[in-house]
């Protein structure tokens, strides 16, 4: 059996913190996984990563920002995700279509029937088993990006955009309880990881792929 994981959560939540002591734990576990993320994790991700992400002056329009992100994720699907998942693995994606619904969709005003459709499309309505949450004010957020250094094309955007990124994301979530597991992302690095621990632990547990030490 497969698990597909993903974490989502506003700019300067911690994910990529989470997401490398996660691996962590299932290395130590001996828990065959694969770690990936969006926009990436293929050749042509990397390459649109660079220009809808990294390349901030670069003019995109919304509907330009959207279709970029899909043909990534259409591509991390095809040569990535659906391989590993089908080889029994855990697949960890560091965003997945959620952020398009939250950041295209209630952030950009993109019609959310149509950010549905299309990344139904690309994804051939592959979903995750357990999507990560980790919630945080916006300005919070933004404070903690803007220590890391050049902000990227979307922490350039201004707060008010953030806050309706965050909502969206709230409204994803409570639309979907029994896919989300939604932490408080100012709590501490290790509070945080222990409740992932508990809700991935439990869920490799009860698959056979963990022994009940490992656990």
Same mark, same amino acid.
């Given at each position: ?10 700019e300067?939540?911690?994910?990529s ?22 926009? &990436? ?29 899909s ?13 590993a998942?089908s ?28 950010v ?8 051939? &309505? ?27 094309r ?13 909502? &969206? ?47």
């Amino acid at each position: 059996m497969s698990l597909f994981v993903t974490f989502e959560g506003p700019e300067g939540s911690g994910k990529s913190t989470q997401i490398e002591r996660l691996s962590a734990r299932l290395e130590r576990a001996g828990v065959v996984y694969q770690l990936t993320r969006e926009p &990436g994790g293929t050749p042509l991700g990397t390459r649109i990563r660079q220009v809808v992400l990294l390349e901030a002056e670069l003019e995109v329009s919304p509907l330009a920002e959207f279709l970029l992100y899909s043909a990534s994720r259409a591509q991390l699907v095809q040569d990535v995700i659906r391989p590993a998942l089908s080889m029994g693995q855990v697949v960890i994606c560091d965003r997945y279509a959620d952020s398009s619904a939250a950041y295209q969709g209630a952030g950009r005003g993109l019609d959310p029937r149509f950010v549905a459709d299309v990344t139904w499309a690309a994804t051939g &309505g592959l979903r995750p088993h357990i999507t990560v949450l980790l919630d945080l004010d916006p300005a919070l957020g933004l404070r903690r990006a803007a220590a890391r250094g050049q902000p990227d094309r979307l922490e350039r955007a201004d707060l008010a955009f953030h806050v309706r990124v965050r909502q &969206g994301f709230l409204d994803i979530a409570a639309a979907e309880p029994e896919r989300f597991v939604v932490l408080d992302a100012e709590r501490t690095p290790d509070e945080l990881e222990a409740d992932i621990w508990v809700a991935i632990g439990s869920t490799l547990s009860a698959m056979g792929k963990l022994e009940g030490a490992a656990y």
